[in-house]
Protein backbone atom coordinates (compact mmCIF):
# COMPACT_ATOMS: atom_id res chain seq x y z
CA UNK A 1 0.00 0.00 0.00
CA UNK A 2 2.72 2.22 0.90
CA UNK A 3 4.36 1.76 -2.28
CA UNK A 4 1.64 2.31 -4.10
CA UNK A 5 0.81 5.76 -2.08
CA UNK A 6 4.72 6.96 -2.57
CA UNK A 7 4.23 6.80 -6.47
CA UNK A 8 1.52 9.20 -6.24
CA UNK A 9 3.56 11.97 -4.37
CA UNK A 10 6.69 13.88 -5.61
CA UNK A 11 8.98 15.21 -3.98
CA UNK A 12 8.04 17.27 -0.58
CA UNK A 13 4.32 16.78 -1.53
CA UNK A 14 2.25 15.01 1.69
CA UNK A 15 -0.40 13.48 1.87
CA UNK A 16 -2.54 13.31 5.62
CA UNK A 17 -4.63 10.48 6.53
CA UNK A 18 -6.57 10.09 9.13
CA UNK A 19 -8.41 7.23 10.62
CA UNK A 20 -11.26 7.24 12.72
CA UNK A 21 -13.27 4.16 13.92
CA UNK A 22 -16.83 4.07 14.55
CA UNK A 23 -18.23 0.46 15.17
CA UNK A 24 -16.86 -1.82 13.17
CA UNK A 25 -16.48 0.10 10.24
CA UNK A 26 -13.22 2.71 9.64
CA UNK A 27 -13.84 6.55 8.25
CA UNK A 28 -10.42 7.46 6.25
CA UNK A 29 -10.21 10.80 5.43
CA UNK A 30 -7.45 11.73 2.58
CA UNK A 31 -5.80 15.14 1.76
CA UNK A 32 -2.82 16.21 -0.47
CA UNK A 33 -0.66 19.03 0.54
CA UNK A 34 2.33 21.02 -0.92
CA UNK A 35 4.47 23.04 1.89
CA UNK A 36 5.96 24.88 -1.20
CA UNK A 37 2.20 26.58 -1.68
CA UNK A 38 1.67 29.94 -0.09
CA UNK A 39 -1.89 30.41 -1.66
CA UNK A 40 -4.41 30.59 0.51
CA UNK A 41 -6.72 28.84 -2.11
CA UNK A 42 -4.55 25.62 -1.99
CA UNK A 43 -6.41 25.13 1.46
CA UNK A 44 -9.99 24.94 0.09
CA UNK A 45 -9.12 21.87 -1.31
CA UNK A 46 -11.74 19.36 0.59
CA UNK A 47 -10.32 15.69 2.10
CA UNK A 48 -11.44 12.68 0.35
CA UNK A 49 -13.73 10.55 2.90
CA UNK A 50 -13.96 6.78 2.00
CA UNK A 51 -15.82 4.92 4.79
CA UNK A 52 -16.16 0.80 5.10
CA UNK A 53 -14.60 -2.13 6.82
CA UNK A 54 -11.21 -3.00 7.21
CA UNK A 55 -11.23 -5.24 4.57
CA UNK A 56 -12.99 -3.61 2.27
CA UNK A 57 -10.24 -0.53 3.21
CA UNK A 58 -7.70 -2.98 2.21
CA UNK A 59 -8.82 -4.36 -1.06
CA UNK A 60 -9.95 -0.61 -2.43
CA UNK A 61 -8.15 2.26 -0.91
CA UNK A 62 -4.97 2.65 -3.12
CA UNK A 63 -7.49 2.63 -6.35
CA UNK A 64 -9.91 4.71 -4.14
CA UNK A 65 -7.36 7.92 -3.90
CA UNK A 66 -5.56 7.07 -6.78
CA UNK A 67 -6.87 9.63 -9.43
CA UNK A 68 -8.50 12.22 -6.31
CA UNK A 69 -4.99 12.65 -5.17
CA UNK A 70 -3.05 13.18 -8.62
CA UNK A 71 -5.75 15.17 -9.55
CA UNK A 72 -5.33 17.31 -6.18
CA UNK A 73 -1.29 16.85 -6.31
CA UNK A 74 -1.45 18.73 -10.14
CA UNK A 75 -3.28 21.12 -9.14
CA UNK A 76 -0.59 21.96 -6.05
CA UNK A 77 2.31 21.70 -8.49
CA UNK A 78 0.40 24.26 -10.98
CA UNK A 79 -0.12 26.87 -7.91
CA UNK A 80 3.61 26.06 -6.70
CA UNK A 81 4.86 26.94 -10.10
CA UNK A 82 2.83 30.30 -10.68
CA UNK A 83 3.91 31.66 -7.55
CA UNK A 84 7.41 30.79 -8.61
CA UNK A 85 6.84 32.65 -11.87
CA UNK A 86 4.65 35.23 -10.25
CA UNK A 87 7.80 35.88 -7.82
CA UNK A 88 10.32 35.75 -10.53
CA UNK A 89 8.48 38.39 -12.59
CA UNK A 90 8.30 40.53 -9.73
CA UNK A 91 11.65 40.31 -9.16
CA UNK A 92 12.61 41.14 -12.91
CA UNK A 93 10.41 43.83 -12.95
CA UNK A 94 12.24 45.35 -9.95
CA UNK A 95 15.52 44.88 -11.37
CA UNK A 96 14.44 46.46 -14.88
CA UNK A 97 12.80 49.38 -12.66
CA UNK A 98 16.02 49.96 -10.96
CA UNK A 99 18.30 49.84 -13.92
CA UNK A 100 15.74 52.06 -15.92
CA UNK A 101 16.28 54.42 -12.27
CA UNK A 102 20.15 54.21 -12.67
CA UNK A 103 20.19 55.07 -16.12
CA UNK A 104 17.75 58.03 -16.08
CA UNK A 105 20.01 59.54 -13.06
CA UNK A 106 22.93 58.72 -15.53
CA UNK A 107 21.21 60.53 -18.44
CA UNK A 108 20.63 64.08 -15.79
CA UNK A 109 23.74 63.86 -15.16
CA UNK A 110 25.21 63.85 -18.60
CA UNK A 111 22.50 66.70 -19.32
CA UNK A 112 24.25 68.77 -15.98
CA UNK A 113 27.46 68.57 -17.53
CA UNK A 114 26.58 69.30 -20.94
CA UNK A 115 24.64 71.76 -19.48
CA UNK A 116 28.30 72.91 -17.69
CA UNK A 117 30.16 73.17 -21.04
CA UNK A 118 32.01 69.69 -19.61
CA UNK A 119 31.32 68.36 -23.15
CA UNK A 120 34.20 65.52 -23.15
CA UNK A 121 32.81 64.76 -19.56
CA UNK A 122 28.99 64.55 -21.16
CA UNK A 123 30.10 62.04 -23.84
CA UNK A 124 31.68 59.23 -21.54
CA UNK A 125 28.24 59.49 -19.56
CA UNK A 126 26.20 59.03 -22.14
CA UNK A 127 28.89 56.54 -23.96
CA UNK A 128 28.65 54.72 -20.87
CA UNK A 129 24.52 54.57 -20.97
CA UNK A 130 24.72 53.54 -24.50
CA UNK A 131 26.85 50.45 -23.16
CA UNK A 132 23.84 49.14 -21.25
CA UNK A 133 21.03 50.05 -23.63
CA UNK A 134 22.80 49.77 -27.20
CA UNK A 135 19.01 50.51 -29.02
CA UNK A 136 18.32 53.23 -27.52
CA UNK A 137 18.56 55.61 -30.45
CA UNK A 138 17.90 58.99 -28.22
CA UNK A 139 21.28 58.62 -26.41
CA UNK A 140 22.92 57.39 -29.80
CA UNK A 141 21.72 60.75 -31.27
CA UNK A 142 23.69 62.89 -27.88
CA UNK A 143 27.00 61.06 -28.16
CA UNK A 144 27.13 61.14 -32.16
CA UNK A 145 25.91 64.89 -31.63
CA UNK A 146 28.86 65.01 -28.61
CA UNK A 147 31.40 63.22 -30.99
CA UNK A 148 31.23 66.11 -32.90
CA UNK A 149 30.82 68.87 -31.02
CA UNK A 150 34.26 67.40 -29.30
CA UNK A 151 36.65 66.09 -31.81
CA UNK A 152 35.42 68.48 -34.59
CA UNK A 153 34.82 66.23 -36.63
CA UNK A 154 31.99 64.06 -38.12
CA UNK A 155 31.35 60.09 -37.77
CA UNK A 156 31.41 59.03 -41.02
CA UNK A 157 30.17 55.78 -40.34
CA UNK A 158 27.78 56.61 -38.31
CA UNK A 159 24.16 54.24 -38.47
CA UNK A 160 22.56 57.93 -38.09
CA UNK A 161 22.64 59.94 -40.75
CA UNK A 162 21.05 62.66 -38.60
CA UNK A 163 24.87 62.95 -37.07
CA UNK A 164 25.58 64.80 -40.62
CA UNK A 165 23.92 67.95 -39.86
CA UNK A 166 26.66 69.25 -38.19
CA UNK A 167 29.08 69.64 -40.99
CA UNK A 168 31.81 72.61 -41.85
CA UNK A 169 29.96 75.36 -44.37
CA UNK A 170 30.75 73.99 -47.80
CA UNK A 171 31.82 70.65 -46.83
CA UNK A 172 28.03 68.93 -46.84
CA UNK A 173 28.37 65.32 -47.77
CA UNK A 174 25.27 65.65 -50.03
CA UNK A 175 23.13 67.82 -51.71
CA UNK A 176 19.56 67.43 -49.37
CA UNK A 177 19.26 69.19 -46.35
CA UNK A 178 18.17 66.94 -42.93
CA UNK A 179 16.25 68.02 -40.16
CA UNK A 180 17.23 68.45 -36.51
Known amino acids: MFTAISNLLKEGEMLYINIVKTGENLTVTVLPR????KDPAADC?????LKGSPEEL???????????????TALL?????YEKSAEKAAQESK????????????IKDAEALEKAGK????????????ESDKNNQKIR??????????????DMFST?????????????????EEED
Not at 77 to 81: K, L
Not at 141 to 154: D, I, P
Not at 164 to 174: I, K, R, V
Open 141 to 154: LKVNSLKAKTMGCL
Open 160 to 176: NPQTTSNTEEGDNLDDT
Open 58 to 72: DAGFVEAISKPVQQS
Open 95 to 106: AEKDRQETMNKQ
Open 119 to 130: LKEALAVYSKIL
Open 34 to 37: SGEV
Open 45 to 49: LIPLN
Open 77 to 81: RNMSA
